[in-house]
Nanobody
C-alpha cells in the first residue's frame, strides 16, 4: 500500500524555522511529482509548493515565496519543505501529496494528486 508520511511539524515562534519531511512507504518518490499543501482551521486546503518528478522545476504560493524552499533527495526517498521566517498565518496542518503524472506545469491544486499523507501540524505563535 502506498503511504506518505510527513514529519517535522511543531510549535515555533514568529520568525523561526522548521523543516518538514515527506517520506514514502511502499514506493519510491523518485517517480512522483510532489506537492505540499496546508489547511488552516475553517479554511480550504491550499497549495504551498510543488516540485517536479526530476526536481528541475518548483513552484511556490505567493504567500510563501522567498521564505519556503522545496527540495528532494531521491537517494533518501524524501522531499523537504524548508520554512523560514515563519508567520502566525502559516499556522496550519501541512500535507504532502504525490502523483505519477507530471504535467510539466506547476501543479498546485489538490485534485492533481493521487496520494496523500496524514499531515503534520505547524503552529507559529509567541
Amino acid at each position: 500500500q502506498l503511504q506518505l508520511v510527513e514529519s517535522g511539524g511543531g510549535l515555533v515562534q514568529p520568525g523561526g524555522s522548521l523543516r518538514l519531511s515527506c517520506t514514502a512507504s511502499g514506493f519510491t518518490l523518485n517517480y512522483y511529482a510532489i506537492g505540499w499543501f496546508r489547511q488552516a482551521p475553517g479554511k480550504e486546503r491550499e497549495g504551498v509548493s510543488c516540485i517536479s518528478l526530476y526536481g528541475d522545476s518548483s513552484n511556490y504560493a505567493e504567500a510563501v515565496k522567498g521564505r519556503f524552499t522545496i527540495s528532494r533527495d531521491n537517494a533518501e526517498n524524501t522531499v523537504y519543505l524548508q520554512m523560514n521566517s515563519l508567520k502566525p498565518e502559516d499556522t496550519a496542518v501541512y500535507y504532502c501529496a504525490a502523483t505519477s503524472h507530471d504535467s510539466g506545469y506547476p501543479m498546485m491544486r489538490a485534485y492533481e494528486y493521487d496520494y496523500w499523507g496524514q499531515g503534520t501540524q505547524v503552529t507559529v505563535s509567541s
